[in-house]
């Protein structure tokens, strides 16, 4: 029953915005932190951003900082992922995911690493081109 569902995705031009969104059903999505990976094409995954479960930590790698801006309405149960100054490098699917069986759970600790997620969406694609 737990789910999560991405969208917003879609074909921009190089320094132009996307917004996309992470809606949660199924579970209660206050108690956990939320991170944003991405997988471009022949490309390992990786994670993006992430950000706790009361909002007060957010993490983004450094390929994002600056241009990028996570957050979350845990009354919508849902995070966001704003997305400006987008480069030809930034196309990829983009996914939503949460380690609900993780110590850290709540928290952006080791937020890189894959292993832990036990829960993703089916991904929304960015095409970042002119």
């Known amino acids: 029953q737990l789910q999560l569902v991405e969208s917003g995705g879609g074909l921009v031009q190089p320094g132009g915005s996307l917004r996309l969104s992470c809606a949660a059903s199924?579970?209660?999505?206050?108690?956990?932190?939320i991170v944003w990976f991405r997988q471009a094409p022949g490309k390992e995954r990786e994670g993006v951003s992430c950000?706790?479960?009361?909002?007060?930590?957010?993490n983004y790698i450094h390929a994002v900082t600056g241009r990028f801006t996570i957050s979350r309405d845990n009354a919508k149960n849902t995070v966001y992922l704003q997305m400006n100054s987008l480069r030809p490098e930034d196309t990829a699917v983009y996914y939503c995911?949460?380690?609900?069986?993780?110590?850290?759970?709540?928290?952006?600790?080791?937020?890189?690493?894959?292993?832990?997620?036990?829960?993703w969406g089916q991904g929304t694609r960015v095409t970042v081109s002119s």
């Open positions: 199924g579970f209660t999505m206050d108690h956990y932190g």
């Open positions: 995911s949460v380690r609900t069986r993780h110590t850290y759970a709540s928290s952006c600790y080791n937020w890189i690493s894959l292993d832990d997620y036990d829960y």
């Open positions: 950000i706790s479960s009361d909002g007060d930590n957010r």
